[in-house]
């Protein structure tokens, strides 16, 4: 197979998190029953977004009515920004998998309505206008892309920045967030681009990437045989894994962009820009480093970050002298198996930020174990008793005991010998063993660090 050079856009539609529609007072809402979020009026977050993703911002804008004929937009215009975008000239950071930095740019971003939302049951097309008139912001990228994890990971990013920038729920599933990916692929840099492919219709990230390579496997065999193929649109079938067919370009879209007539130029002061970036939440890599900085693993700092509401409680925590690695683990583990079983957020509970700092430096002190925990969470988790008080009631009373430990630690190795030459033998499971029979021992009362340390100190 000869070797090409892809080069790779990708366009974004994401629906914003605001309570009506952008021209309409209907409700903005998802799930409901076809049809009814709409008026007469259905047949933005002015800089927000564009800091997020380092764009230089517009002042002074107009909107543009869009002209084409459609099913899917019954007034056969969608009011859009052509000549104006909100945001241009930005870029995304993302990391490869060889941990190369690149940057992804944004040519521009503007601000348009959503269409009607069309259904295909066999040769008829269902037309749900509930979506029509959402706002939306359209994200286009330079074509910078150059493979499918470019794309994978673009996404990914941008999903995330604007989640965390409470501009879009970004939810795939539900259609608030689409993509649609320009493919070409040329011999050489110097070469004009390759005729381009549309990507349409991608249900997910992962078939983003999928799709971006079947294409380039497809693009690859024509050339290869010598021949060529008009510029056209493909969607991506995800029962087969790769891209059909859906139209050829057989002519560029001629849409007769003009300025909105009925909505007056919209200037952007210098209070308003102020005012749309100061109420941006702190932003996924910030949180990151943060956590890094005082003693998170890589792995908690990752799965916090992927936990919105886990990551706000967390930060609350930041300038409290506690041991944050345990504070990350007690989150993401015990706590976090309680709240997926209820299907509850952390802010369903009564764990205040008082009450969680005393349990984190409890199990910091050993004075809880791990098996404490589990015996008292649902109780932590549902009242608002202090955790000494809880622990009083429930009676729990650990062994801190250092000769006591000592004790059942020798009785354990006297009534273990072969576990105990395992051990010499350098066998690591062996050690595991022996403390496994110490905490049954002692009915998990035992302080483990301080049983471990006894234990590896007979041994020894």
Request: proline share 3%.
């Amino acid at each position: 197979m000869s070797n090409y050079i892809p080069t790779i856009g990708v366009e974004v539609h994401v629906e914003l998190k605001t309570k009506t529609k952008i021209f309409s007072n209907s409700i903005n809402g998802y799930g409901e029953m076809a049809n009814s979020l709409t008026n007469v009026v259905d047949l933005a977050y002015p800089g927000k977004a564009a800091t997020i993703l380092n764009c230089k911002i517009r002042r002074i804008m107009h909107f543009d009515r869009k002209n084409y004929f459609y099913p899917d937009i019954s007034k056969n215009y969608q009011i859009t920004q052509n000549a104006t975008p909100i945001g241009y000239d930005g870029y995304v950071e993302i990391t490869k998998s060889t941990g190369e930095k690149k940057k992804v740019y944004i040519e521009e971003m503007h601000i348009e309505e959503d269409t009607c939302k069309s259904a295909h049951r066999g040769t008829k097309t269902l037309l749900d206008f509930n979506r029509a008139g959402v706002p939306l912001i359209e994200i286009v990228t330079k074509p910078c892309m150059s493979d499918g994890e470019d794309v994978k990971l673009y996404l990914e990013k941008l999903r995330e920045l604007l989640s965390f920038g409470d501009i879009s729920d970004c939810k795939i599933e539900e259609g608030s967030m689409r993509a649609d990916v320009n493919v070409s692929i040329r011999k050489n840099e110097s070469d004009p681009l390759g005729t381009k492919a549309e990507i349409k219709n991608i249900g997910s990230i992962s078939n983003a990437k999928l799709g971006v390579e079947k294409e380039i496997e497809r693009q690859t065999k024509i050339y290869d045989a010598g021949e060529t193929f008009k510029p056209q649109t493909r969607r991506f079938d995800d029962k087969i894994n790769d891209t059909v067919l859906m139209r050829v370009k057989e002519t560029g879209n001629d849409y007769r962009y003009f300025p909105e007539p009925d909505i007056p130029y919209v200037i952007l002061t210098d209070e308003m820009i102020e005012r749309a970036i100061n109420s941006i939440p702190m932003l996924p890599d910030e949180r990151r480093e943060k956590y890094k900085k005082l003693g998170v693993s890589d792995i908690n700092t990752e799965k916090l970050v992927a936990n919105r509401s886990l990551s706000d409680y967390f930060n609350t925590l930041l300038d409290e002298k506690i041991n944050h690695q345990i504070a990350s683990n007690l989150l993401l583990g015990d706590i976090s198996g309680y709240l997926n079983k209820n299907e509850k957020l952390i802010t369903d509970t009564t764990l205040s930020k008082e009450r969680f700092i005393e349990l984190v430096n409890l199990i910091d002190n050993n004075t809880l174990t791990s098996k404490n925990l589990k015996d008292i969470l649902d109780i932590v988790l549902e009242s608002d008793k202090s955790i000494q008080t809880i622990i009083k009631e429930q009676g729990i009373e650990n062994i801190t005991d250092d000769s006591e430990i000592r004790n059942i630690v020798k009785e354990i190795i006297n009534n273990n010998p072969e576990s105990v030459n395992d051990y010499k033998q350098g066998h690591d499971r062996a050690i595991k063993y022996l403390m496994g029979q110490v905490m049954k021992e002692t009915k998990g009362k035992a302080n483990p660090k301080m049983a471990m340390d006894i234990l590896t100190e007979e041994l020894n």
